[in-house]
């Protein structure tokens, strides 16, 4: 699976953001997905996961309320909406596959990783 994330920019604190990130394959539904960051100096955490129907999500406690993840399976694409953004959330955002049907937040185990897309939020 090859991932392309896109729909990163610069955006000033309260405003908005969405975030596509498009797979290659006919397997996409196989796949759960899940979006992660990293801002400088700091490790990749989780922000948002999603099980292979979308029936299941899963959020950090930071990102809860304000941003919310989705799938189009016929679209191979996963994306990110993101509201009521803050300058804390400035980072690279990362999506990435992981095999079997159910999210996790580990990022160990998410198999495929996409080059990641730059998210700033000025205050």
């Not at 090859?2 to 539904?29: E, H």
């Not at 801002?39 to 309320?65: L, M, N």
């Not at 803050?86 to 990022?107: M, N, Q």
Request: net charge positive; proline share 2%.
């Amino acid at each position: 699976v090859q991932l392309q994330a896109s729909g990163g920019g610069l955006v000033q604190a309260g405003g908005s953001l969405r975030l596509s990130c498009a797979a290659s394959g006919r397997t996409f539904s196989s796949y759960a997905m899940g979006w992660f960051r990293q801002a400088p100096g700091k490790e990749r955490e989780f922000v948002a996961a999603i099980s292979w129907s979308g029936g299941s999500t899963y959020y950090a406690d930071s990102v809860k309320g304000r941003f919310t993840i989705s799938r189009d399976n016929a679209e191979n694409t996963v994306y990110l909406q993101m509201n009521s953004l803050k300058p804390e959330d400035t980072a690279v955002y990362y999506c990435a596959a992981k095999k079997g049907h159910r999210a996790v937040v580990s990022p160990w185990s998410y198999d495929y990783w996409g080059q990641g897309t730059q998210v700033t939020v000025s205050s």
